[in-house]
């Protein structure tokens, strides 16, 4: 019984010997070929381009979207119920125009109230002072009756308030891009109900991002040539009203452009626009690569050339951004094959295969 055993565990150990060693062979025969198709597959692929000096326009543009010069989410000051709304979706209102009006009963009862007390306390104090002249009654009664006169007035004046509370006014002009009520519905103060979002689109600005190049040509004050992706015959005149002091995060400028709206108000707030930036400068001369050379961004300053069939990795200095091209400054010459594309493949020194 126990040499059987022992027969058997032996019989299991020389099969897992064989297995191994099968397994051993067979990843060695594939790393054997995976070298060589490796080595056949050294050469990265890539494209390339040529540095070349050309005359280049300074001009540039810059896209951006179009935003409402005022745009306000209207909301109740005081508590109610609405009893009438005036205005509807897509209406045009201006300033002081009511769009609705809220349930005024206890308010005009108390406006009457207070019109009341107010036209007696006056008439109250005429009756003192002309007593006072006379000697009818003292100096302190008097001043009471003046006091009375004046609390009066303030209640009259705050009553008043509030009835023209209860007719909701439009604080700036244009269309009601939204409406949140309908009648019966009830406004509360705190926290305070939407009632309607107002866009004014008379004018508008085309909020566009330049980089530090191009900053520096710009000022405030000039005139802007703008058009708009949905309108491509149509020109637009735009005026330049903000440039940012301080770059975001992606190390661009934001610079606002301020349009006046055609008579058909033809642009709307969210329309992609285009701003193009004319130079005072004359055409010039200049270094330039495609951007999309750069390793990374064209901030890196690194760019890979070919020397006879290999990749060379080499830091430049680069100037303007010019489109889809950058002004070289220093570290290339004219002629020189820059790769434009498969530098994340690439390694200082590693064998480039160019695909024409």
């Known amino acids: 019984m126990k040499k059987t055993i022992i027969i058997t565990i032996v019989v299991i150990i020389g099969a897992l010997a064989l297995i191994g060693f099968i397994l051993t062979k067979n990843k060695e025969e594939n790393k054997a070929k995976t070298d060589i198709v490796a080595e056949k597959n050294a050469a990265v692929s890539v494209k390339v381009s040529t540095v070349k000096t050309e005359e280049v326009s300074l001009d540039f543009v810059a896209n951006g979207n179009f935003q409402p010069i005022q745009e306000l989410t209207f909301s109740a000051e005081k508590s109610g119920k609405v009893i009438t709304v005036l205005a509807k979706e897509g209406d045009y ?47 302190q009664q008097l001043d009471q009756a003046k006091l009375a006169l004046t609390n009066a007035e303030a209640n009259l004046k705050q009553a008043n308030i509030n009835v023209g509370d209860t007719k909701v006014k ?16 009830i406004l509360a103060g705190m926290p305070a109900t939407a009632l309607f979002d107002i866009v004014n689109v008379s004018k508008l600005k085309l909020v566009v991002t330049v ?28 005026k330049i009203t903000f440039i940012a002091a301080k770059a975001d995060e ?29 130079s005072n400068q004359q055409n010039q001369n200049l270094m330039v690569v495609p951007r999309y050379a750069f390793v990374g961004s064209v901030s890196s300053n690194q760019i890979f050339v070919v020397e006879n069939g290999t990749a060379k990795l080499k830091k430049v200095t680069a100037g303007r951004i010019l489109g889809d091209k950058v002004e070289i400054i220093n570290g290339l010459s004219d002629g020189q094959i820059v790769i434009v594309t498969g530098q994340i493949n690439l390694q200082d020194g590693d064998k480039v295969e160019i695909i024409k």
Request: glycine share 8%; hydrophobic share 40%.
């Open 250 to 278: 992606s190390l661009n400028f934001p610079v606002e452009i301020e349009i006046t709206n055609n008579i058909n108000n033809d642009l709307k707030a969210g329309m992609y626009g285009t701003a193009n930036f004319a």
């Open 170 to 185: 439009a604080p700036i002009n244009g269309f009601i891009n939204k409406k949140y009520i309908e009648p019966g519905s």
């Open 93 to 139: 209102v201006k300033v002081g125009q009511t769009l609705l009006t809220v349930r005024g009963d206890v308010i005009n009862v108390n406006a009457q109230a207070a019109q009341a007390a107010y036209q007696n306390a006056k008439a109250d104090y005429m009756r003192y002072e002309n007593a006072f002249k006379t000697d009818g009654v003292t100096r």
């Open 211 to 238: 980089n530090e190049n191009q900053v520096t040509s710009l000022k405030l004050g000039n005139t802007i040539k703008v058009t708009a992706s949905v309108y491509p015959d149509k020109v637009f005149s735009g």
